[in-house]
């Protein structure tokens, strides 16, 4: 069973979920925040976005304190699968789940758009369905999605090949202009060391269906369900 967790201020809750559950077949179940435990049978979390709380200290940082992250936290300690998308990374981050923060996007714009993606590593169970290299179309729609890790930090994660996510133009190339909002690197998304953690700015709920632009998101929600739930 996929935990999807429901946050005050959480928007894409139940767009994780339909996805899930209705377009990948996968049992899911939506889990409030307030709840002391995790749901039994529970195979992978996942944070969804949204804006937590408002985002009225800073995004993130109140959602960490939710009775809910406690089992989130034992859970992926323990090895359980969890997976943070947009306003879920900053969660993960501002946790300590995921090293480094996100911050406001350069310009301090809010950017809404389609963007590329070049799978840098594709291990399970996040993204078997893809292959290194591989360039993929997803939505982003943020203002604070400014991946930022320092020098020394942001080179362990590339040693490790923690970077599983890099903006790209269409052709796989990693260029300025393709960067939307100044992460570090071009870096949009990461996974822990231990490689039971992935955070992403993109969203993949919103990519698994032709008539919304795309199926490229099955990538990784996809991969997923393939290594722990059941596939249709």
Known sequence: M??????????????????????????????????????????AVLLPGGFSYGDYLRCGAMARHS????????????GGVVLGICNGFQVLCEAGLLPGVLVRNRGLHYVCDFVHLRVEAAPAPFL?????????????????????????????????GQVLLRYCDAS????????????VGNVAGIRNERGNVMGLMPHPEHAVEPSLGG???????GSLVDALGTAR
């Open 128 to 160: 078997s369905r893809a292959r290194i290299g591989q360039v993929l179309r997803m939505p982003v729609k943020h203002g604070e999605g400014c991946y930022f890790a320092p020098p020394d930090l942001l080179a362990g994660l590339e040693a490790r």
């Open 2 to 43: 996929f935990a999807v967790v429901q946050f005050p201020g959480s928007l894409d809750d139940r767009d994780l979920h339909f996805a899930l559950k209705s377009v990948l077949g996968a049992p899911a179940e939506l889990v409030w925040h307030k709840a002391a435990e995790l749901p039994g049978g529970t195979r």
């Open 172 to 183: 796989g190339a990693v260029v300025e202009s393709a960067n939307p909002n100044g992460a």
């Open 67 to 78: 009775p809910v992250m406690g089992a989130v936290r034992r859970f992926a300690d323990a």
């Open 215 to 221: 199926t490229d998101g099955a990538a990784i929600l």
